[in-house]
């Protein structure tokens, strides 16, 4: 990689984020722009493709500017986002509706069909995933019903990766660890399931074609370069979903290997050498050939700290109010003096998979102020992470090597309450932009610079998280009494769902 540097966009749920990195596999520059959320009746949650765009745009000159480098020194760009965002585009590029990104849980009626129509156990058979709102079949289905004029238009469905791609080279693609979850792909294969196409009522030929997250789809066109500064011809490979780029930056490579990433969502994945067809959780191709993610995690876990400070925290500078957040858990003993905290602001997929499940806090007391609110929201997602890793483990999926990254990951009391919750050693990644950094090492591979995924781990670095095994004992005996929560309340989350008001 020596002179040559490599873009890396990242397309999240709350922002759009590209990195600059060196011939050495150093970051040295980062720009970020967030982007919106509109919530709608039914669970509606979409987002504008357009803002997507003009972020990356925006974001990918400021690094450009800021590291004084040319677009003549850009060997390739790579990206990677946010999972199972449906925009439908029609002929000529133009977007037919919103995307609708994975915590859209409107297509209800779409998931019942399904369920009736093709039934979990064929779609455990073929896809390996759960049927669920989320997933881009059921809210295919739901934009045929409700949009069949622009259905009719539609002339590609597209991931937000899938996206980007499309606006820097002008060609539709679909990432292969995107395939998972659109629920109409055969996760062995690696390509469309023309039966569950069939079955789902849909039709293959608005479905891109799969490429290997490393293959280059295209290269920059004239447009994509007026509007991103990138010189036209530059490679770009056809990314990943932002968690397996999270993985491949924290050296997760073969069988056993495992990873936390934590940003809007907290998920625990573990590299298999087959996909875990479990019906319960997330399986997807890992970006390293004959490698799946097999993963679930806290639909909200990060957001539910970012809600904290939205609501509770206004008083704070933006630019140290997560600082001070981290300061007050500090002061809490482990355990938060018995206050726990339900992470499913949103509902929750995996394990419970219930989308009218809320958080909830329990146990609270009038010795509880915010910095024990703060602390459980903490211990909650590191709580629902030791079950979703118990459940991948009794899948075979059992994690040998744990590793953690994100935006999470720059708090360092979370990081010690995760590694005394979970109980075995934890890892640090040493770069606080692991996917970014796996988004760069995959480019580098798909772009030749580097010869094998195994060559990209020269550039990792990782440090213990410390443990107080006192700590590990009282999470213990908490966890036991956590884990009851959700059975307890779970026909009270289902009326007040049903509730009118």
Known sequence: M???????????????????????????????????????????????????????????????????ISSQQIAVVGIDSQSSAMIPIGRDGEILHNAMIWTDRRAVMEKKWIDINVGQEILTQINGN?????????KLKWFKNNCPKHYRHTYKILNAAGFLAYKLT??????????????????????????LVKACELDMDKLPLIYQCFDVVGNITAQAGDNTGLLMGTPVVAGAMDAVSCGLGCGITKEGDAFITGGTVTALG???NRPVRSGSLHVYHHIVPGTWCNMAGVDFGGGNYRWFRDKFMQEFNSDSVYEEMNRMAEKVKAGADKLLFLPTLVGQRCPQWDGSMKGVFFGISPNHGREHFLRAIMEGNALTVREIMELLGKEGAVAKKLRIAGGIAKSNIWMKIFAEVLARPLY??????????????????????????????????????????????????????????????????????????
Request: proline share 2%; with cysteine.
């Open 2 to 68: 020596d002179k040559q540097y490599i873009i890396s966009v990242d397309l999240g749920t709350s922002s759009c984020k590209t990195a600059l990195f060196n011939g050495e596999g150093v970051m040295v520059g980062i720009a970020s722009r967030e982007h919106k959320t509109f919530f709608g009746e039914n669970g509606a949650a979409e987002q504008d493709p357009n803002e997507w765009w003009r972020g990356a745009c925006e974001t990918i000159r400021e690094v450009l500017w800021k590291a004084g």
């Open 130 to 138: 759960r049927n669920d709102e989320s997933n881009i079949a059921p």
């Open 170 to 195: 002008g060609i539709f693609s679909c990432n292969l660890s995107e395939g998972g979850l659109t629920q109409l792909f055969d996760v062995e294969k690696g390509e469309w399931s023309g039966e």
């Open 270 to 272: 573990v590299c298999t």
């Open 428 to 501: 640090l990644a040493e770069c606080e932009e692991a996917t970014a950094m796996g988004n760069m090492i995959n480019a580098a591979y798909g772009a030749g610079i580097l010869n094998s995924f195994q060559d990209g781990k020269k550039y990792l670095k990782f440090e213990p998280v410390s443990v107080e095994e006192a700590n590990a004992e009282k999470y213990d005996r908490l966890y036991g009494i956590y884990t009851k929560l959700y059975p307890a309340m779970e026909e009270q989350f289902r009326e007040l769902a049903a509730l009118q008001l």
